[in-house]
């Protein structure tokens, strides 16, 4: 408070006036609630600015992890891709289906077959 006694307070009190030293201290006070207001504030922005980057950072990674096995399955399937390629290379030589006059002209493989045993 000011420098100012109590009884100030108590003299004035009834007709609603204060000492100069009263008022500067009431506008002490008013100023620091309100900076401790924004002391509390300040704190919580910067804990949901910490938690939200927390929660980006936890996320990235594991967007990152998906990421790297999806990569993996690609790599996967583009191998058996490859593989099942050269398996159906391999194998083209001795079709019979292939080498048919039917099969230039757009019928499946199965109707080619119907068509045979008829």
Do not use: W, Y
Not at 8 to 23: A, I, L, V
Not at 40 to 68: G, I, P, W
Request: charged share 35%.
């Amino acid at each position: 408070m000011s420098d100012c006694d109590s009884s100030c307070h108590q003299k004035n009190s009834s007709r609603n006036q204060m000492c100069e030293g009263c008022e500067g201290s009431e506008d002490d006070g008013r100023r620091l609630k309100r900076r401790e207001k924004n002391r509390v504030a300040a704190q919580k922005s910067r804990k949901r600015q910490t938690q939200r980057a927390d929660f980006l950072h936890e996320a990235c990674e594991l967007l990152e992890e998906r990421n790297r096995k999806l990569r993996m399955e690609v790599d996967s399937l583009s191998e058996e891709q490859r593989r099942l390629t050269e398996v159906l290379r391999s194998h083209e030589p001795f079709c019979p289906i292939m080498h048919c006059s039917f099969a230039s002209s757009g019928l499946q493989p199965g109707t080619v077959a119907a068509s045979r045993s008829v």
